[in-house]
Nanobody
Framework: VQLVESGGGLVQAGGSLRLSCEAS???????MGWYRQRPGKEREPVAT???????NYAVSVKGRFTLYRNNAENAVYLQMNNLRLEDTAVYYC??????????????????WGQGTQVTVSS
């Protein structure tokens, strides 16, 4: 299973970007979402969603970011509006779940994308 991300880039403050993430392989995901790592900081959750639940957002992005999940395609999207300088970070897609090997499932674990850079300029 791999998480394939796209959509990062350079944008001016106040602009918008949309990040996409799709899980290849047969993943039974209990939760999916996005984390980010800002320069000099630890990785932090941005927006996450569990099966059957509503999205949870970091306080700093509430009202500006929207998380969408497509369960049928094992995909998750992050619409980021009104971007600020402090949103500059490497954004990582995350999934927690089990890989379906046909006759059995592998143990539940965390999966991470390779990261996509989002740079917000003034």
């Amino acid at each position: 299973v791999q998480l394939v991300e796209s959509g990062g880039g350079l944008v001016q403050a106040g602009g918008s970007l949309r990040l996409s993430c799709e899980a290849s392989g047969r993943l039974s995901a209990e939760a999916m979402g996005w984390y980010r790592q800002r320069p000099g900081k630890e990785r932090e959750p941005v927006a996450t969603i569990e099966n059957g639940g509503s999205p949870n957002y970091a306080v700093s992005v509430k009202g500006r970011f929207t998380l969408y999940r497509n369960n049928a395609e094992n995909a998750v999207y992050l619409q980021m509006n009104n971007l600020r300088l402090e949103d500059t970070a490497v954004y990582y897609c995350h999934a927690e779940g089990s890989e379906n090997r046909g006759y059995y499932y592998l143990p539940r674990r965390d999966y991470w994308g390779q990261g996509t850079q989002v740079t917000v300029s003034s």
